[in-house]
């Protein structure tokens, strides 16, 4: 059946649509739109007016190709900033009146087990190594850990890349002292809330969403951006460490023209590959694989399930 996904994140607005037939998916249209959603919501505690309006505008393409591309079923999933607010539940249901998506605000524990089963999706489900994805977003980074398709672990942080640059980054570029702030935040929620056993247990990481995939496009030099050679592009610690000291030399306008990465992720791919780092540190882990298969996938294919 032919399935179309909306994820209306912190920091992007995204779409898919795909086929899927028996846990398989194959993409027809992927498309993602930074919407900032999230902008200010730390802070003030409601989704802002403005942002609300910016993902409307990028809802109403979204509708018309979900409309296009003829799809039998479709489903939304709403996720940090839209639970973190206190108007988020009267957006989520403006965006189902004025869409017609079934669209939800999911709990950590839903996110963490459509994100799982997304990124490990075309893995052999007798696979037993013990997995960690990584899925860093704009209000929160939620880190998984499982195998053999099944979840055995998974925590919910505030370390996500809009959350943690209204934090703690000021500078154009930033300096030294609030990357090392972005660090030690991302350092203790990990540590509060991943017990050393778990961190322990991982062997190998799949990291998934703007950042990784931003990162291995730059390590690429893709211009334009390619998601086949994308997929399954490993990061070293070593490259990321690279990449992190070469960007934050930069000022934002220059960052905006470094091959791979797109101008609206330039703001963010910063604290984004602060965390990233952190979390690989934490876990022992030298390398990490980018992927596109991320929440969408697992969303398409729980949708598809329930049909």
């Known amino acids: 059946m032919r399935v179309g996904v909306v994820d209306i994140g912190t920091n992007s607005t995204r779409l898919l649509v795909a086929d899927v037939d028996d846990g398989r998916v194959e993409e027809i249209e992927r498309r993602s739109t930074v919407t900032r959603l999230g902008q200010g919501v730390d802070a003030s505690g409601r989704l802002d007016d403005a942002a609300i309006d910016r993902v409307f505008e990028v809802l109403n393409g979204y509708r018309e190709e979900l409309d296009r591309l003829d799809c039998d079923a479709t489903t939304g999933v709403l996720t940090s900033a839209v639970r973190d607010a206190a108007n988020g539940h009267e957006f989520a249901e403006q965006v189902h009146d004025r869409y017609g998506f079934d669209a939800r605000t999911i709990d950590g524990d839903t996110e963490a087990q459509l994100t799982f089963a997304g990124a490990t999706a075309q893995r052999e489900r007798d696979d037993d190594t013990a997995l960690l994805v990584v899925d860093i977003g704009g209000g929160s980074t939620e880190l998984v850990v499982g195998s053999g398709g099944r979840v055995s672990f998974h925590v919910s942080t505030q370390a996500g890349v ?146």
Not at 297 to 305: D, P, T
Request: contains cysteine; hydrophobic residues 40%.
């Open 162 to 307: 809009v959350r943690q640059s209204e934090r703690h980054l000021h500078g154009d570029p930033p300096a030294a002292e609030e990357l090392r702030a972005v660090a030690d935040d991302v350092r203790g929620l990990i540590d509060r809330g991943v017990p050393e056993g778990v961190r322990e247990s991982a062997a190998e990481a799949i990291a998934v969403a703007g950042t990784p995939t931003s990162c291995a496009a730059i390590d690429l030099r893709l211009d334009p951006y390619d998601p086949a050679r994308v997929e399954g592009h490993v990061l070293s610690l070593d490259t990321l460490e690279a990449l992190l000291e070469r960007l934050t030399a930069m000022p934002l306008d220059e960052r905006r023209e470094v091959t791979g990465l797109h101008p609206d992720r330039s703001g963010v791919i910063v604290p984004g590959i602060v965390i990233l780092l952190e979390v690989m540190r934490h876990f022992g882990l030298a390398r990490v694989t980018a992927s596109e298969h991320d929440i969408l996938w697992g969303a398409a294919l729980e949708r598809a399930r329930r049909s």
